[in-house]
């Protein structure tokens, strides 16, 4: 796993109100079928690096989306303030990697994907992560 996808993991595994809210279900990238809910998916939408006129500077604006869904609309809306206290203006080191600075860019009210047999509620959140790369 790339450093920036391992500090985010860490970070909303070591949030105590996000586990308490869903234990070790984060997942990349989508929330399997068949798993208890709450649970959170994340994904890294974009990754834009920042150079310099003396050439590279290892920092880097990513983009990441996280997928909160549950049961109950009120649980998903519950779960996506969770992780929305644990990233909004954040700055720190986490497992090595230094980020700069966290925002909430946008949220959305939605729904679990089409395939499943059950639709689920959901809240998507895209986070900007300001963080120096190795």
């Known amino acids: 796993m790339a450093e920036i996808e391992a500090a985010v993991v860490t970070k909303m595994n070591a949030d105590a109100t996000i586990s308490g809210l869903i234990g070790t279900r984060l997942y990349p990238l989508v929330i399997p079928q068949d798993v208890s809910l709450p649970a959170v998916a994340y994904q890294k939408i974009d990754s834009t690096k920042t150079v310099s006129h003396s050439g590279a500077s290892q920092l880097a604006r990513s983009r990441f989306q996280f997928t909160c869904q549950s049961e109950t609309y009120a649980d998903a809306k519950t779960l996506a303030a969770a992780v929305r206290h ?39 959140m895209d986070v900007i992560i300001w963080h120096a790369e190795a």
């Not at 925002?103 to 959901?122: A, F, R």
């Open 86 to 124: 644990c990233w909004e203006g954040y700055r720190g080191t986490v497992a090595t990697v230094r980020i700069d600075g966290a925002l909430i860019d946008n949220d959305q009210d939605g729904y679990s994907e089409p395939l499943s047999l059950v639709v689920q509620p959901s809240v998507r």
